[in-house]
């Protein structure tokens, strides 16, 4: 008989080695699977030195998903947390990916986030803010749907830069291109600005003087690349179309004040006088209602959504009567808010870092340039309601006491 030698494998059958072959097989499986499930955790735990080793050395693929069709990049932005997305987008992350049960990208769960910023980011990275979930809201609508309006307007507001550098290039048959090259970052961060409220605009523009050095070409782009967006089919954005037509159309209103101011005089606070001058208090000023109501009437997509609930909301309001044009559109292209934590900037409409009128407590602005210029109606009232406040202030006191 012969002897097996130690070094020898014992013979084994067919059925034997399928069965080893099997198990060799579930068992990297289910290391498989605690890798992925342990790479999901690190991110849960926002453990970013983790997750950035696990992609580094390949204990990870970046793009994986979980049960639910979630990628590593859609949990980090559920969670709203910018450095992991970071990290994740660095490794080289599809910020369009993974096929959620339910149809959500990671865009999607960053506005549900409320982060604006993550937002920005992933915007940046390319991704698509019109794909819609199973109940056929986009990223956007989600957020307002939550009542992340911040979001909403980041969204809505971004305009790729390429879209802008496409008119500093002659196309076809131009020997010079329809926009200076020198205006493209300048207007890009004109039409990337969130607020675009008129008289932010023209503040805006103010100090950008090669804005106001070329107008002319300014207003035309503005109006080719709503243009543009309204034919993009089922990609259109018609709140990034909107925008453009209203920042096209303010341009317009302040290049008449350009070419008519007297000489000497600064027609960009000419331009905001003529729109800020209110009789009353708190009233809302006749000349930006008029302006405004002028951008929605001039938008030439009368078929769309976002015109006919304009209208819709606009015609229940006389020119002047509270709200006025500007809540109105605000809340078309960027939600309706059901409350706001501060009062908006009585100059610029900037709802964030408002601070009251040191004397009045009366009127909010966004920074001291906002409340200079804002100063020659203000001053009208502002005696008034310091005394109403300081009257206000020891009747607080009074019964303060009396308790």
């Given at each position: 008989m012969?002897?097996?030698a130690?070094?020898?494998?014992?013979?084994?059958?067919?059925?034997?080695?399928?069965e080893?072959?099997?198990?060799?097989?579930?068992g990297?499986?289910?290391?498989?699977?605690?890798?992925?499930?342990d790479?999901?955790?690190?991110i849960?735990?926002?453990?970013?030195?983790?997750?950035?080793n696990d992609?580094?050395v390949?204990l990870?693929?970046?793009?994986?998903q979980?049960?639910?069709?979630?990628?590593?990049?859609?949990h980090?932005?559920?969670?709203?947390?910018?450095k992991?997305c970071?990290i994740?987008l660095?490794?080289?992350?599809?910020v369009?990916g993974?096929?959620?049960?339910?149809?959500?990208?990671?865009?999607?769960f960053?506005?549900?986030?409320?982060n604006?910023?993550?937002?920005?980011i992933?915007?940046?990275k390319?991704?698509?803010?019109?794909?819609?979930?199973?109940?056929?809201?986009t990223?956007?609508?989600?957020?307002?749907?939550v009542?992340?309006?911040?979001?909403?307007?980041?969204?809505?507001?971004?305009?790729d830069?390429?879209?802008?550098e496409?008119?500093?290039?002659?196309q076809g048959?131009?020997?010079?291109?329809?926009l200076?090259?020198?205006c493209?970052?300048?207007?890009?961060?004109l039409i990337m600005q969130v607020?675009f409220?008129p008289?932010?605009v023209?503040?805006?523009?103010?100090?950008?003087?090669?804005l106001?050095?070329?107008?002319?070409?300014?207003?035309?782009?503005?109006?080719?690349?709503?243009?543009?967006?309204?034919?993009?089919?089922?990609e259109?954005?018609?709140?990034a179309?909107f925008?453009?037509?209203?920042?096209?159309?303010?341009?317009?209103f302040?290049q008449?004040?350009?070419?008519?101011?007297?000489?000497g005089?600064d027609?960009v606070?000419?331009?905001?006088?003529?729109?800020l001058?209110?009789?009353?208090?708190?009233g809302?000023?006749e000349?930006?209602?008029?302006?405004?109501?002028?951008?929605?009437?001039s938008?030439?997509?009368?078929?769309?959504?976002?015109?006919?609930q304009?209208?819709?909301?606009?015609?229940?309001?006389?020119?002047?009567?509270?709200p006025g044009?500007?809540?109105?559109?605000?809340?078309v292209?960027n939600?309706h808010?059901?409350?706001?934590d501060?009062d908006p900037?009585?100059t610029?409409?900037?709802e964030?870092?408002?601070k009251?009128?040191a004397r009045?407590h009366?009127d909010?602005?966004?920074?001291?340039e906002c409340q200079?210029v804002?100063?020659?109606?203000?001053?009208?009232?502002c005696k008034?309601?310091?005394a109403?406040?300081?009257?206000?202030?020891?009747?607080?006191?009074?019964?303060?006491?009396?308790?």
């Amino acid at each position: 008989m012969r002897i097996m030698a130690e070094t020898e494998s014992p013979p084994v059958s067919k059925s034997e080695t399928t069965e080893v072959k099997s198990q060799e097989v579930e068992g990297s499986e289910e290391t498989k699977t605690d890798d992925k499930n342990d790479f999901f955790t690190k991110i849960t735990n926002n453990d970013i030195t983790g997750v950035s080793n696990d992609l580094t050395v390949g204990l990870a693929e970046v793009d994986m998903q979980d049960e639910h069709g979630m990628t590593a990049l859609m949990h980090a932005a559920y969670r709203g947390n910018e450095k992991m997305c970071d990290i994740l987008l660095d490794h080289g992350a599809d910020v369009n990916g993974g096929s959620h049960n339910n149809g959500y990208t990671a865009l999607h769960f960053a506005g549900l986030s409320g982060n604006a910023g993550l937002c920005q980011i992933l915007l940046q990275k390319g991704a698509n803010p019109m794909v819609k979930n199973s109940v056929g809201r986009t990223p956007a609508q989600m957020a307002a749907f939550v009542g992340n309006h911040n979001c909403v307007a980041t969204i809505n507001s971004f305009v790729d830069r390429k879209d802008v550098e496409y008119f500093a290039v002659p196309q076809g048959m131009e020997t010079t291109p329809k926009l200076d090259p020198m205006c493209v970052s300048s207007l890009h961060n004109l039409i990337m600005q969130v607020n675009f409220h008129p008289v932010r605009v023209s503040l805006t523009v103010r100090k950008n003087a090669i804005l106001i050095t070329h107008l002319e070409s300014v207003i035309k782009v503005l109006e080719q690349m709503a243009e543009r967006e309204m034919k993009k089919g089922i990609e259109t954005n018609e709140i990034a179309a909107f925008k453009m037509h209203c920042l096209a159309q303010t341009l317009k209103f302040l290049q008449l004040e350009v070419t008519t101011a007297a000489e000497g005089k600064d027609p960009v606070d000419s331009f905001i006088h003529k729109l800020l001058r209110c009789d009353s208090a708190g009233g809302i000023p006749e000349g930006l209602d008029r302006e405004l109501r002028e951008c929605v009437k001039s938008f030439p997509f009368i078929k769309t959504a976002v015109m006919q609930q304009l209208v819709a909301n606009l015609a229940q309001l006389q020119i002047g009567e509270d709200p006025g044009a500007w809540s109105v559109i605000k809340s078309v292209v960027n939600g309706h808010k059901g409350f706001q934590d501060n009062d908006p900037c009585a100059t610029c409409g900037e709802e964030s870092n408002t601070k009251k009128c040191a004397r009045c407590h009366y009127d909010g602005y966004c920074d001291q340039e906002c409340q200079l210029v804002h100063w020659f109606v203000h001053k009208k009232y502002c005696k008034q309601k310091a005394a109403e406040h300081a009257k206000l202030q020891a009747s607080q006191r009074e019964s303060t006491k009396s308790k």
